[in-house]
T-cell receptor, first 114, second 111 residues
Framework: NAGVTQTPKFRILKIGQSMTLQCTQD?????MYWYRQDPGMGLKLIYY???????DKGEVPNGYNVSRSTTEDFPLRLELAAPSQTSVYFC?????????????FGEGSRLTVL | GQQLNQSPQSMFIQEGEDVSMNCTSS?????WLWYKQDPGEGPVLLIA?????ELTSNGRLTAQFGITRKDSFLNISASIPSDVGIYFC???????????FGKGTSLLVTP
């Protein structure tokens, strides 16, 4: 019953450091997403992927990069971390576009940049 | 992505009361979904709606897909303490690849 697995769950970064948030899913979903959640602001889309080798920007992509070399994995890279990137990050996967709109979310990664 | 207008922002109610929240959009959606997020967890799907006018129930939860396809509401009847959490609406546009989310309704239920 793994579903969507995110690591790490918590991380503290210093300004200017880089890191990668890992995300893997075992449901053979084509669509994968990275959202960030700030208090009272809902979920904002950072990047998404409709299949291996295909990625596209969402609403707030600046300061982030992604790759999708396999169906299962969709890592999110933060380059030169800034305090504005302090947030909770959620990875999600699903089947969209003509099928069910349901997304399955990971438990989140809480990142603090000091 | 388009931000949906979700209201109310927060609700503080007593156990046993009914709850209603809604979501509106300036765009037409083909799919409306309602998610619940418990503290420290990721959102979990409660109800999915795929047709305009559709009314769907899941236990004490009932949701409707508005006829104009620009709105949806979620009702919770006879609330209990475990209903506490943040409820999000989400919509999918025609040919869309990603869900648009509302800002959430934070629900607190006192025993």
């Amino acid at each position: 019953n793994a579903g969507v697995t995110q690591t790490p769950k918590f991380r503290i970064l210093k300004i200017g450091q880089s890191m990668t948030l890992q995300c893997t899913q075992d449901m053979n979903h084509n669509y994968m997403y990275w959202y960030r959640q700030d208090p009272g602001m809902g979920l904002k889309l950072i990047y998404y992927s409709v299949g291996a080798g295909i990625t596209d920007k969402g609403e707030v992509p600046n300061g982030y990069n992604v790759s999708r070399s396999t169906t299962e994995d969709f890592p999110l890279r933060l380059e030169l971390a800034a305090p504005s990137q302090t947030s909770v990050y959620f990875c999600a996967s699903g089947r969209l576009a003509g099928e069910t709109g349901e997304l399955f979310f990971g438990e989140g990664s809480r990142l603090t940049v000091l | 992505g388009q931000q949906l207008n979700q209201s109310p922002q927060s609700m503080f109610i007593q156990e046993g009361e009914d709850v209603s929240m809604n979501c509106t959009s300036s765009s037409i959606f083909n799919t409306w979904l309602w998610y619940k997020q418990d503290p420290g967890e990721g959102p979990v799907l409660l109800i999915a709606l795929y047709k305009a006018g559709e009314l769907t129930s899941n236990g004490r939860l009932t949701a409707q897909f508005g006829i104009t396809r620009k709105d949806s509401f979620l009702n919770i009847s006879a609330s209990i303490p475990s209903d506490v959490g943040i409820y999000f609406c989400a919509g999918l546009e025609n040919s869309g690849y990603a869900l648009n989310f509302g800002k959430g309704t934070s629900l607190l239920v006192t025993p």
